[in-house]
């Protein structure tokens, strides 16, 4: 645990050397995409004249566009990626593989780190906002929604571990994350909500442990879905992160044996 907290602590650090980048990072960029999905939502619902779509209101797409992107920005993962493709493809992985912590220990522990501190700083601009705006908001169901992130960053991170993998026997394995990330964000409702999505579809994504990312922990503080499919949701999260997993730790293990055989 002393390792981890010692970790987790470094990542934190590290990451406000950089005061300027964190705060662009954490608060300004989401507050631009949010301001540009608010206006969106709004102009789509006037142009077509209607205050309800797929059964919902004009507050609730508000409320929903304005937490999105701060939970995706969350929840997304690509900086710790990167470091994990560049430490294998460079060599560097050797001096991680000395210490008493294992590398996707080392990495989770900082991921979930900062983005525990970037949740803390990020999310609490909508929560003020749909106070001030009168937007749908369950405040007694934030933390269940917090439990829900924190327990999808296991998988982000699981995933990224396992195209990070991918460098012991690609070259160009970088490319992945770029793949991924886009496709997480369409999966994952930050785009438009999945629920308006058609049939059969919308069950799949619904049902998917990618909709963890945006949509069920926003539709549920926002109201937007109920609690049975919430804590679906958990069940979801799990089955992917335990296949994401077993093929991280095939492709790490094959990959140890080659690093091994062909030096760094």
């Not at 650090?13 to 301001?35: G, H, K, T």
């Not at 460098?167 to 997480?184: D, E, P």
């Not at 949701?233 to 293990?253: E, K």
């Amino acid at each position: 645990m002393r390792r981890n907290l010692a970790a987790a602590r470094l990542a934190v650090l590290s990451q406000l050397e950089y005061r300027i980048n964190f705060l662009i990072d954490a608060v300004l960029q989401p507050v631009i995409s949010s301001a540009i999905e608010v206006t969106l939502w709004a102009a789509i619902l006037s142009g077509m004249g209607t205050h309800q779509l797929g059964g919902y209101g004009r507050e609730y797409y508000l409320a929903y566009a304005l937490w999105a992107t701060f939970v995706g920005r969350v929840t997304i993962n690509w900086m710790y990626e990167f470091l994990m493709l560049d430490e294998i493809d460079s060599g560097r992985v050797n001096a991680i593989l000395m210490r008493p912590i294992s590398f996707y220990e080392f990495y989770l522990s900082q991921f979930v780190g900062y983005k525990l501190f970037t949740a803390g700083v990020g999310l609490f601009l909508p929560f003020v906002i749909c106070l001030t705006m009168g937007l749908p908001l369950e405040i007694s169901r934030i933390p269940w929604m917090l439990v829900s992130i924190f327990y999808y960053l296991v998988f982000v991170h699981t995933l990224s571990f396992t195209v990070a993998c991918c460098a012991f026997f690609l070259n160009r394995a970088h490319s992945f994350t770029g793949i991924k990330n886009m496709a997480i964000w369409v999966l994952a409702g930050e785009l438009i909500p999945l629920d308006l999505y058609p049939e059969p579809f919308r069950t799949w994504l619904i049902h998917s442990p990618f909709a963890s990312g945006v949509y069920i922990p926003v539709g549920y503080v926002t109201g937007r879905i109920g609690h049975e499919l919430f804590m679906q949701s958990f069940l979801s999260i799990t089955a992917g992160t335990v296949v994401a997993g077993g093929m991280g730790v095939w492709l790490w293990r094959r990959g140890l044996r080659a690093y091994t055989g062909t030096g760094a």
